[in-house]
Each structure stands twice: as structure tokens, then as C-alpha cells.
């Protein structure tokens, strides 16, 4: 459980920089988009000794890592989009929910190691995703000036949450595969993880140059230092999410549903002691329902 409980406590401290970038004036586009070389030089320190990084273009993987790093930045606009488009609601939920994607793949297309399901299991499963439904609902307000009206609900606009669900959902999936079938030690976890955020790197970059060629980007130093304090966590809690992955036998259906709600309950505790953020009743009746999935869903790894 210490691999889950760090990627839990590093995704919160992603989102803390987030909620804290429009404080300090810190261009969020720029700082994702820059945290991915932050994130590679961060591997490149954690390779171990007498270990190089390379790339060898021969390999199905890398392949497919390089294609998923780019699918990493692809969801960001997807997202960004969905929010301006359909509301930030809508899209945290498609978020979110993507998880029942890598979970039913886990048990019925992987069949992955560790303890079969029960009953009991099945049952947090469920449990998982309702709580994750209640406990990130808010209601939209009737005037919002971030996605005026005549922007939202539009045409096809619909179809972006749904494009959310489904791309969160495949990446995850994809990186359970991965984890699978072409990671076997966890030295192999840094090379397959350096080329993953490699891909992202390179999507990133003529993302930004082609913004900057439209005039619709300036670099900004204060983007730089955020993707600093954004890029080293970012890099680690993907890392040990791979690793808790391999620690339960790539067993998807387990770790996801956890590392969501985890993610979840320390989010909204910070969010509560150092924000004052209130939270509805609806989102609390969400909480305790993730505190009794996590019970459900876990009870036979951490059974004695």
C-alpha cells in the first residue's frame, strides 16, 4: 500500500498547484506543457546507476508509450475544452467516472493476479463509483461568466464530456496494459515511464509553438517556476501508481477505484482545513460512501 498512498498524496499536491497557479498569476497552459520536461529530467535522475536512458524504435512499446504521452496532452484539451464548453461539473464527472473503463477491463479482458473478486468487492466497486459521482457533484450556478450560454450546450458540444470519459478511461487502461505486459522490474518501470512523458513532451511543445506562432501565447517566467513545483510530483505519482500497479499484480480493478477516492478524501481534508472550502451535503454522503467502497473493496488484501 506505500506506492498507492504516495501516488495519492503527489496527485494532491498537483492539484493544490493548480488551485494555487491563479493566485500567483501562473499561466496553466504553459506550466503543463513545460512540467513534462521537468518530469523527464526528473526520471533521468531516478534511473539507476550504470542505467542510460534510450530508445529503441523497434519495440511495440515504445511505440505505444510515446503514443500514450501524447494521448496525455490530447485529454488536457479535451478537458479544457469540455469545461469552457459544458461546464466544470459535467467534466469532472466524466473525469472521474472514466475509472469503471480500466476496472472492467481489468477483471473480465486482463483477468490480472491477485485475490478473485467477491461478492463484497463487486459491491465497493459499485459503491466507487456512486461516492465518486456524489462526493465531486456541484451544482452549476444559473449566471456562470467563465461559460457563458451562447458557448455552452452548442451543437455537438455534448459529445466533449463523453470524448473526456472515454480518452481518461483508454489512457488508464492503456497504462494497465502496459504495466501488464511490457514492464517487468522496476527498472523497466522508469525507461517505459521516460518514454511515455517523452511523447508528451514533444505533443507539448508544437502545441505551444503553434499557439505562439498564432499570437495566442507570450512565455511567462512565473510558467516555468510552476512547472518546476508541478513537474517533479507529476513525474513521481505516475511513477509510483506504476509501481503500486505492479505491487498488486497490475490487478487495475483494485488500485483504481482506490487511488480515485484517495485522491478524493485527501483532496477535499486539504481542501477543507487550508481553503474553507464547504462541501454539500450531497458531496459528504459521497465521502463517507468512498470511505466504506475503500473498506469493501480492500478488505481481503489488507485482511490478516
Same mark, same amino acid.
Given at each position: 500500500m506505500l506506492f498507492l498512498s504516495l501516488s495519492i498524496v503527489l496527485s494532491v499536491l498537483l492539484l493544490l498547484n493548480f488551485r494555487l497557479f491563479p493566485r500567483y498569476d501562473v499561466n496553466t497552459f504553459q506550466a503543463i506543457v513545460f512540467n513534462y520536461p521537468v518530469c523527464f529530467l526528473t526520471g533521468l535522475l531516478l534511473l539507476p546507476a550504470g542505467q542510460s536512458f534510450t530508445i529503441d524504435f523497434s519495440q511495440t512499446w515504445t511505440w505505444l508509450a510515446l503514443g500514450l504521452g501524447v494521448g496525455f496532452i490530447l485529454t488536457f484539451m479535451l478537458s479544457g475544452a469540455s469545461t469552457q464548453r459544458m461546464g466544470i461539473t459535467v467534466t469532472s464527472l466524466a473525469n472521474n467516472l472514466s475509472l469503471v473503463i480500466p476496472v472492467c477491463f481489468s477483471l473480465f479482458i486482463f483477468q490480472t493476479g491477485g485475490k478473485p473478486f467477491d461478492g463484497l468487492n463487486y459491491l465497493g466497486l459499485v459503491l466507487a463509483v456512486v461516492a465518486v459521482g456524489l462526493s465531486t457533484y456541484k451544482k452549476e450556478p444559473q449566471t456562470d461568466t467563465d461559460t457563458p450560454a451562447s458557448t455552452r450546450q452548442k451543437g455537438t =458540444?455534448?459529445? /466533449?464530456?463523453? *470524448? &473526456?470519459?472515454?480518452?481518461? #478511461?483508454?489512457?488508464?487502461?492503456?497504462?494497465?496494459?502496459?504495466?501488464?505486459?511490457?514492464?517487468?522490474?522496476?527498472?523497466?518501470?522508469?525507461?517505459?515511464?521516460?518514454?511515455?512523458?517523452?511523447?508528451?513532451?514533444? =505533443?507539448?511543445? /508544437?502545441?505551444? *509553438? &503553434?499557439?505562439?506562432?498564432? #499570437?495566442?501565447?507570450?512565455?511567462?517566467?512565473?510558467?516555468?517556476?510552476?512547472?518546476?513545483?508541478?513537474?517533479?510530483?507529476?513525474?513521481?505519482?505516475?511513477?509510483?501508481?506504476?509501481?503500486?500497479?505492479?505491487?498488486?499484480?497490475?490487478?487495475?480493478?483494485?488500485?483504481?477505484?482506490?487511488?480515485n477516492i484517495g485522491v478524493i478524501l485527501l483532496a477535499a481534508l486539504i481542501a477543507a482545513l487550508f481553503f474553507k472550502e464547504q462541501r454539500s451535503t450531497t458531496n459528504k454522503i459521497g465521502l463517507a460512501l468512498a470511505v466504506v467502497a475503500i473498506g469493501l473493496i480492500s478488505w481481503q488484501e489488507l485482511a490478516l
Open positions: =458540444a455534448f459529445l /466533449l464530456p463523453v *470524448a &473526456v470519459f472515454l480518452f481518461y #478511461g483508454a489512457t488508464n487502461t492503456m497504462i494497465n496494459y502496459m504495466n501488464l505486459h511490457y514492464i517487468p522490474s522496476a527498472d523497466k518501470t522508469i525507461q517505459v515511464t521516460l518514454t511515455m512523458v517523452l511523447g508528451a513532451v514533444v =505533443a507539448g511543445v /508544437l502545441m505551444l *509553438a &503553434v499557439r505562439m506562432v498564432q #499570437g495566442k501565447e507570450v512565455i511567462q517566467a512565473k510558467s516555468l517556476l510552476g512547472a518546476i513545483t508541478l513537474g517533479i510530483p507529476n513525474f513521481l505519482s505516475f511513477y509510483t501508481l506504476l509501481l503500486a500497479l505492479s505491487a498488486f499484480g497490475s490487478n487495475g480493478a483494485f488500485v483504481y477505484p482506490l487511488y
